[in-house]
């Protein structure tokens, strides 16, 4: 995926299995992150520190979604578990993950392994990836996710 193209469009399970269609949220800004694992450290400070900037990411018309592998009732458990206000998407099939190249081989304790690489995407409204994180380090990326968005919005005016 390159800044410039059209985010592929999906439709997945959310963590109540209702099913979600990317498309839906054209016309909005998106935020869309990939992460690896619902309840492991990194995972869950990325979760709530978007959910408790989640009335910011409103303020300037935009959705948050995370996908991961894991299966809908994780997601929901973790949402419950950490009253998450954002959207999660299970990929168990991983297409999403593969469309979007972040399903990739990585380094883990010394191995290497296929996993997902932790990636943010920024989509306009027209459904254009505009901005790409790739290998994120959760520490300050919320806060840079919003300065970018706010940034991108003042381009479009």
């Known amino acids: 995926m390159n800044v410039g193209e059209k985010a592929p469009d999906f439709t997945l399970p959310d963590e109540n299995a209702q099913k ?4 839906d949220f054209f ?7 990939f992460y690896p694992r619902d309840n492991t450290p990194g995972c869950t400070l990325e979760a709530t520190h978007f959910s408790n900037k989640i009335g910011e990411f409103e303020d300037l018309r935009a959705q948050v979604i995370g996908i991961s592998p894991d299966s809908v009732k994780s997601h929901h458990n973790f949402c419950r578990k950490h009253k998450l206000k954002i959207t999660l998407l299970s990929d ?6 593969k469309k979007y190249n972040v399903w990739r081989k990585k380094k883990m ?8 690489i932790r990636s943010t995407f920024l989509i306009n409204p027209g459904g254009n ?3 790409i994180w790739d290998n994120v380090r959760v520490k300050g990326h919320v806060d840079e996710v919003l300065e970018v968005l706010k940034h991108h919005k003042k381009k479009k005016k």
């Open 20 to 23: 979600i269609c990317l498309k």
């Open 27 to 33: 016309g909005n800004w998106i935020i869309l992150y």
């Open 92 to 97: 168990r099939d991983k297409e999403v993950l």
């Open 109 to 116: 304790y010394g191995r290497e392994v296929e996993g997902v």
């Open 129 to 131: 990836i505009v901005y």
